[in-house]
């Protein structure tokens, strides 16, 4: 069997044992630095991924990452930021990691080599769902298995890989390859190929929650003000967007439950709650078509 791409040393930090502790940094952070530049060059890739799961969002479809080991932990963590942040259901965005919850914290051996595994993790999906499976090598089992379920109901499938050769990249029906080159820790794909997979689960959340309109510019509109620090900012949002006083902002927030659009709609359509809540449902949840709507004459 072949060496993978992920497997190859790397020849600029041959000597990293030797090196100071500050030039071990400094090397370190240069081979981040190609992380970024690797990452652009699959931006049409990205897009066209985040154009899929938001569609699949308003068709009803949920979101699912599945992974092994660090792969299988950055999905789970980017899933279940997007409930606080988007204020979305939580069943709407998924992850799973293979050895199930136990190895989220500890090496579970053997799981990522379970093809029979990922077959029975993937049984939750459904033919309106996004399977998106993440992999620095490309050729886990448990994901092989996991894209041979999801193919079998339908569900569309994306590969997050850093090497092109690898088998998730061949079945899978959207590939996003990131090839960030040899580890600093020949490897060691927690490193570069991690920190590149977490820059685009970032991207495929965030852009389709965009997408379906959880946002208003670049405000955190529906997010869930359920401490100080989020009330604070919840308050901050309305006073901006609606062009209000924090004192106004807030009085309309505590109206409204801290429902940061309820009150927007209130404040800049002149509305009560209930006629805020209900021309938001007219719109689909989007403030913006309702901020630019067309006014009567």
Same mark, same amino acid.
């Given at each position: 069997?072949? *060496?993978?791409? %992920? ?12 090196? +100071?502790? $500050? ?18 060059? *699959? ?27 660090? +792969? ?44 029979? /595994? ?12 996004? !399977?998106? =499976?993440?992999?620095? +090598? ?7 298995? $996991? ?9 569309? %499938?994306?590969?997050?890989? !850093? ?13 996003? !390859? ?10 060691? +794909? ?65 109206? !409204?439950?801290?429902?940061?659009? %309820? ?16 021309? /938001?449902?007219?719109?689909?949840? =989007? ?11």
């Amino acid at each position: 069997m072949s *060496e993978v791409i %992920t497997e190859y040393r790397n020849q600029n930090t041959k000597d990293i044992d030797l090196l +100071s502790t $500050v030039d071990m940094v400094r090397k370190m952070n240069e081979e981040d630095k190609l992380v970024a530049l690797a990452v652009e060059d *699959e931006a049409e890739h990205i897009a066209e991924a985040i154009d899929l799961i938001a569609k699949q969002f308003l068709k009803g479809g949920r979101l699912f990452y599945f992974g092994a080991g660090t +792969s299988g932990r950055l999905g789970i963590l980017d899933a279940s930021e997007c409930p606080p942040t988007f204020s979305v259901p939580h069943d709407m965005v998924q992850g799973r990691i293979a050895g199930g919850k136990d190895a989220f914290l500890y090496s579970v051996e053997g799981a990522e080599d379970n093809f029979d /595994l990922g077959v029975e993790d993937a049984k939750i999906l459904t033919d309106k769902d996004v !399977c998106v =499976v993440i992999s620095a +090598s490309g050729n886990p089992k448990y994901l092989l298995g $996991v894209l041979q379920q999801a193919e079998e109901v339908g569900a569309k %499938t994306i590969a997050i890989t !850093c090497n092109s050769n690898g088998r998730i990249a061949e079945e899978a029906g959207l590939v996003i !390859c990131v090839e960030v080159g040899p580890e600093v820790i020949a490897g060691s +794909s927690r490193l570069k190929a991690g920190t590149a997979q977490k820059m685009i689960l970032n991207m495929l959340s965030t852009g389709s929650m965009i997408k379906i309109g959880k946002t208003y510019e670049n405000f955190m509109i529906d997010l869930k003000a359920v401490n100080e620090k989020l009330k604070d900012r919840a308050i901050r949002i309305v006073a901006q967007i609606a062009d209000v006083s924090h004192a106004e902002a807030l009085s309309t927030l505590l109206k !409204c439950d801290w429902e940061i659009k %309820t009150a927007i709609v209130s404040i800049t359509q002149n509305l009560d709650i209930e006629k805020s809540r209900e021309e /938001l449902k007219k719109y689909g949840g =989007v403030l913006r078509k309702i901020m630019y709507k067309p006014q009567m004459a």
